[in-house]
């Protein structure tokens, strides 16, 4: 597990200043889509062995909600980057 | 002093004579001592007794490894369970005992564990105390806490002041040896941040060890020179007393300083820390951990007096301690014949040097008989060493007199940081041991622990190595070099690895600390253990305060050679923080006592202490809960006063600590209808509305009112328990969903002091100090706008809000003015008899109105199961929750369902958590109805009543049923009704 | 009955301990002044806040320091009316909202050659000169507790925490100074 975090917007910051979500989910459903796609937002997830997207939020710092990309098997962290960017990407 | 104190000592100052005790016997010793080191000059060899068979035990080594010399250190609160005589310094009236002894170390009571031996062989707790069951618990579990286990810690709180603290540096050097200090002072000089981290009190490593001159100057001074170099270097942290104990993800390592654990009371400054526990963030690492020296595992290598030879060569040379008088040497490399070297240089008989290889090439040209093709067998003596048995490579045995015995089966590289982040030690045949793994991330492994021996060699690599991690990071350096010293000039060793010797007579140990001998390891191979990670945990080998550092390849050559495979092919255990031992108060640091945790005080904080308030800790924040008067000694006898008082004149209480969120933005409309169930987009200026977050799974997460205070502005309150969670919530509705929505959102929870004045006479009371007209025409119920307060002085907010269920009203201002205002409010309100009330009254008014809080809102309730189902938009197209909130299981008429309770003799009492059965029903999962969720006493109906979701519940109003508390075994017949048990009409509300 | 004193409180303990004369730290409360945290679009920046600023209340200096991607706590020394502060409200909008924190955030000043070695044991942000210069500022976590570090001088730095924890900052910066004001 990471033990800094490169926030995009404040630098080089310690885990505890972070609060986790959780995976990335598929992203939020239309609101017409069918129960089966909400269900897979809502509980689907797949705890990877491997490249893992996370959402990280900077509470001890700038409050900003970053996605955070990182091999849950050697820790590395590939990259951190504002969760905003996402849904422009289809993501969110 | 004894005539175990010789010359020489390059660390002790003999004009610094201190006085200390060990078992209560009065000693002496010299500042720069170690605890261990002035028992050694004391002549003192026992000084404890081992874990499982009460064994008597001796120094072993000179360092961390330390195995056997555990004392507990000082008394009372400071007292230190566990402590390693051979890292604690020695103060002046320093109080020292052995452990693990009864009732004394030369008579142990527990040493018949040696001649129940058999008894306690590998596995002992899986097979020798199994049956019969009932056993465990009362016999045989407190028989070997009796027995076994190590130091005890004190009961009394460390009155030791602990912290923690960052450091940040280019290049963190572990470990102040030859390859270390080169790494300083080759990154130091080219203008790095650096950061050289060291155990031991003095920088040095192995030249404090060292006893021949280096290029014609004595080591301590070639040592001082760099050392002095290093002070003068302002970009240069040194820190001593400091155990690099972890290596964690991205470049982060844990270290312990020990500030002032080595200064005796009167010394110790209280405003400073004891221990200092530090996370250093480092670019680059050098690793400089250097080696462990091995013990050969023999029979009766336990014996007080068997020393690694490294460790009698620095008593010898940093401390002028003799180990004995006629001494041996045992080992199976060449580096350890210094010891025979620096021994004769001090005119101590070197009774014999016994090689396992049979024709050594070491270079030794001294006086002592050299015995090639040979090993040590057995030894003798009850408390300390007396002689040793030579088992010649013709077979025949030999005893050789000696009062002590140096030890040494090669070097295990120190690579312990090299691998907490999942790297694994390769095996090397050529330096007989584990080596740091290649692939080290950001840390460059010198010296000692690559494989490197001798001073020169170990100071080039250490350079060398620094002038590799600043290339790195694009800084240009240039290696340190001992210019005196010829490099290189080491002869190459050769070690012929030896794990145990295969002639041994009597228990021969592969780990001191845990009592595990070869016979263990094999025991647990033939048992089918053989696995290197099962026979750890069988034998125990390698647990325990030191891990294993003088044990664990021992062990795994043990393994290696009776599977006839190379120890590489075993492979170590896994590698954890910490190296060594960190004590808990370092981890805690100052967060202890009040510290435990910030405090949150309520800007009125000061007003309710004045008004005699009975604080409640939620969450962070302090809140008041009741304000006793005069004559009441029990807390309800103040809450029903409390509420009476609100329920029929006025009452004032603190609501600060709700959250409090004021949302901006074009789109700010839009969002708060995705938000909240439900709708808001037409919530006009000057209006507050109640509103109910679902979560995405279609269950309630929080509740509150939002107020418009402006165009595209709103103020939001959420509870206090979700403040900060509403905020994060909705900030990442904000930010990951719906970034395109313009809206801005700032916590104000701190701006505001927040009051609820409620009670018939609230609108006379704030009829006073307001400005402006609040009738019920002008300001009806949910009317939410800025007002104007005492003459126009300060402008406040005004919300027309109820959670008591009387006409009631939420006043805002600004923090600093808050208890000014509650002052004035208490002295305008005198005269239609105000009472202060806190959130014991708060929470007794909302279940006699039938409000819902967390109780209630537990993460398994819709806005249906709380009556509030008409709620729910069907109109809008979208909002957090919305589909999932329709789900078949979410929509059963049978959920259970809000509903009130309350005793049917009015004499009854029930409990929160107590569930509801049938009438005649018996106990069962099965004929659960429901269960309690919240209860009080009502002061205004005179019984208990209480809230509870019930299947059905809203159509069983009147309905007799069964409370039942399982806990206590108790049942009372209840009756269900309308949760509203006070005004279920409003009138009160919108008087 | 409109005569009520109305005293404007600290957030700051009775006991504000002044340290040792010639101790290498000192920590003082910063009273007065004001707070106002600005709230800007997506398409917002610090030079346009400054700028527009120093056009409408140039008597308030334009000391802004970003806690976060379009937002800021503008701070000033001088006290400031709710009008004026409505006055320049108006102007900001829409680009700019603000609301005022000036209760809600408490400001205190850490000086001294050992601040930077107190600050250290609260926050992993790296302050050295060379990193954090003078007008630069981190939101960050002090210990547990959330704070705006800002350097003012060389060896100072000016803290903004949320009011409700002002004071167990206050006690937490005391005991991590102790062995520098101390003798």
Not at chain 2, 58 to 65: C, E, F, Q, W, Y
Request: with cysteine; proline share 5%; hydrophobic share 40%.
């Amino acid at each position: 597990m990471s033990s800094l975090v490169k926030c995009p917007h404040c630098g080089l910051r310690p885990r505890e200043e972070f609060t986790i979500r959780g995976e990335v989910a598929t992203p939020r459903p239309a609101a017409g889509a069918d129960e089966a796609a909400w269900f897979d937002h809502v509980y689907l997830r797949d705890n990877p062995r491997g490249e893992h997207r996370e959402y990280w939020h900077h509470s001890g710092g700038c409050r900003r909600w970053l996605v955070l990309s990182r091999n849950t098997l050697t820790h590395e962290t590939s990259e951190v980057v504002d969760a905003s960017t996402l849904k422009s990407e289809g993501g969110a | 002093m004894t005539s175990f104190r010789i010359d020489g000592g390059t660390l002790i100052d003999r004009n610094d004579v201190r006085r200390f005790t060990f078992n209560d016997e009065a000693l002496t010793g010299f500042g720069g001592d170690t605890v261990a080191s002035s028992l050694l000059a004391n002549g003192k060899q026992l000084v404890g007794r081992s874990f499982k068979y009460h064994r008597p035990r001796g120094i072993l080594t000179a360092g961390a490894a330390e195995p056997n010399a555990l004392l507990t250190i000082g008394r009372d609160g400071r007292r230190g369970p566990n402590t390693r005589a051979t890292m604690a310094e020695l103060f002046d009236g320093l109080e020292a005992r052995s452990q693990n002894c009864w009732p004394n170390v030369n008579f142990d009571i527990g040493a018949m564990n040696g001649v129940l031996g058999p008894l306690l062989g590998a596995g002992f707790y899986y097979k020798t105390f199994m049956w019969p069951a009932a056993f465990w618990e009362k016999v045989y579990e407190p028989l070997i806490r009796k027995a076994a286990g190590l130091g005890r810690a004190s009961y009394d709180p460390d009155p030791g002041y602990y912290e923690k603290c960052w450091a940040h540096c280019d290049l963190l050097v572990i470990g102040a040896g030859p390859a270390g200090l080169a790494a300083a002072l080759t990154a130091g000089r080219a203008g790095a941040r650096v950061v050289i981290a060291d155990e031991g009190a003095h920088l040095g490593g192995g030249f404090l060890a060292e006893g021949s001159p280096l290029g014609g100057k004595p080591a301590d001074a070639v040592l001082a020179d760099i050392v002095g170099e290093l002070h003068a270097l302002p970009n240069v942290e040194i820190k001593k007393r400091t155990t690099v104990f972890a290596a964690y993800d991205d470049q982060v390592f844990g270290a312990v300083e020990r500030v002032q654990k080595h200064l005796p009371e009167h010394e110790i400054n209280p405003h400073r820390a004891m221990e200092r526990l530090w996370r250093i963030v480092a670019r680059k690492v050098v690793l400089a951990t250097g080696a462990e020296e091995r013990p050969i595992v023999f029979g009766g290598n336990d014996r007080p007096g068997v020393m690694m030879a490294g460790a009698m060569r620095t008593y010898l040379n940093a401390y002028g301690v003799a180990p004995g008088k006629r001494v041996a040497l045992f080992a199976n490399n060449n580096q350890a014949y210094q010891t025979a070297m620096d021994l004769e240089a001090r005119g101590i008989d070197v009774a014999a040097i016994i090689d396992p290889r049979t024709c050594p090439n070491t270079g030794y040209d001294g006086k002592a008989r050299m015995i090639a093709g040979a090993m040590v067998r057995d030894t003798a003596g009850r408390k300390a060493i007396k002689s040793i048995t030579v088992r010649h490579d013709d077979g025949r045995d030999e005893v050789i007199a000696v009062d002590a015995l140096a030890v040494s089966g090669g070097y295990s590289p120190i690579v312990h940081l090299a691998c907490h982040r999942g790297g694994k030690p390769v095996w090397s045949d050529e330096h007989v041991g584990f080596m740091p793994p290649e692939s080290t991330d950001g840390m460059t492994p010198c010296g000692a622990v690559a494989g490197k021996t001798g001073i020169a060699a170990c100071f080039a690599a250490g350079g060398a190595a620094a002038v590799t991690a600043l290339a790195e990071l694009g800084v240009m350096g240039e290696a340190a070099s001992l210019p005196d010293i010829k490099q290189g000039d080491e002869k190459t060793d050769h070690i012929q690895p030896i794990w145990s010797v295969p002639s041994s007579k009597g228990k021969a140990f592969v780990d001191y600390q845990n009592d595990v001998a070869a016979s263990d390891i094999t025991l647990a191979m033939r048992e089918g253990y053989d696995h290197v990670e099962l026979a750890k945990r069988y034998t125990t080998n390698g647990m325990a305060t030191d891990q294993g550092k003088t044990s664990n390849v021992n062990a795994i050559g043990i393994l290696a050679e009776n599977k006839g495979v190379s120890p590489g092919e075993i492979g170590t255990t896994t590698f954890r923080p910490f190296y060594t031992p960190v004590s808990f108060g370092a981890l805690v640091g100052a967060s202890k006592g009040m510290e435990f945790q910030p405090v949150r005080k309520s800007p009125l904080h000061g007003w309710a202490e004045r008004n005699g308030a009975k604080f409640v800790e939620t969450g962070l924040w302090y809140r008041s809960s009741w304000f006793p008067k005069d004559g009441e000694t029990f807390w309800r006898d103040s809450v029903n006063r409390e509420v009476k008082a609100v329920r029929s004149k006025v009452g004032v209480c603190d609501v600060s600590t709700l959250g409090k969120i004021e949302v901006f933005g074009a789109d700010a409309a839009e969002f708060l209808n995705r938000v909240y169930c439900n709708a808001f987009l037409k919530l006009p200026v000057g209006k507050a509305r109640y509103g109910i977050m679902l979560r995405e799974d279609g269950f309630v997460y929080d509740d509150g009112t939002t107020s418009c205070l402006g165009e595209n502005h709103y103020f939001m309150t959420t509870t206090t328990a979700l403040a900060a969670g509403v905020l994060t919530h909705l900030e990442f509705c904000a930010q990951v969903l719906w970034p395109e929505l313009d809206v801005r959102l700032a916590s104000a929870t701190d701006q505001w002091a927040q009051m609820a004045v409620a009670g018939p006479k609230s609108r006379d009371v704030l009829a006073k100090i307001i400005d402006e007209d609040i009738s019920n025409e002008a300001f009806p119920f949910l009317a939410a706008r800025e007002v104007s307060m005492f003459g126009g002085r300060l402008k406040g907010r005004l919300f027309r809000i109820s959670f008591s269920g009387e006409l009631a009203y939420e006043v805002a201002v600004p923090a600093g003015y808050g208890e000014s205002v509650a002052d004035a409010i208490m002295a305008v309100g005198e005269e239609f008899g105000i009472t202060p009330y806190g959130t014991e009254a708060l929470g007794v008014m909302r279940i006699e109105k039938g409000h819902v809080t967390h109780a209630e809102i537990n993460g398994t309730v819709t806005p249906a199961d709380l009556g509030m189902g008409k709620m729910v938009s069907v109109k809008k197209d979208d909002f957090i929750g919305r589909v999932m909130n329709l789900r078949e299981g979410l929509v059963d008429p049978d959920r259970p369902s809000l509903v009130g309770i309350k005793p049917k003799s009015p004499s009854d009492k029930f409990a929160t958590g107590s569930h509801i059965l049938n009438p005649g029903d018996a106990v069962s999962l099965a004929n659960d109805q429901g269960y309690v969720t919240s209860m009080c006493h009502s002061p205004t109906l005179g019984h208990a009543i209480g809230l509870a979701l019930v299947k059905n519940g809203p159509s069983r109003h009147g309905e007799e049923v069964v409370i039942w508390n399982g806990l206590a075994g108790t049942t009372v017949n209840g009756i269900l009704c309308d949760p509203a048990f006070v005004d279920p009409e409003n009138e009160k509300l919108h008087a | 009955m409109r005569d009520y004193p109305l005293e404007n409180r600290y957030a700051f303990p009775a006991h504000e301990v002044a340290f040792n004369k010639g101790a290498s730290i000192s920590l003082s409360p910063v009273k007065g002044g004001f707070v106002v945290h600005v709230l800007g679009d997506a398409k917002s920046d610090e030079a346009a806040l400054k700028q527009t600023i120093n056009k409408i209340a140039p008597e308030l200096g334009t000391d802004v320091r970003g806690h976060s991607p379009n937002q800021w706590f503008w701070v000033g020394s001088v006290d400031i009316s709710n009008d004026r502060l409505a006055e320049i409200s108006a102007a900001l909008h829409p680009q700019f909202v603000m609301t005022d924190q000036t209760h809600g955030r408490v400001r205190m000043k850490l000086s001294g050659p050992s601040s930077r070695v107190v600050l250290a044991k609260g926050t992993m942000v790296d302050l050295s000169p060379d990193l954090f210069a003078i007008g630069q500022s981190a939101m960050t976590q002090i210990g547990h507790i959330g704070a705006m570090i800002t350097r003012v001088a060389d060896d100072s730095f000016e803290l903004i925490v949320l009011r409700s924890f002002a004071g167990s900052l206050w006690d937490e910066l005391q005991h991590m100074a102790a062995e520098f004001s101390h003798g």
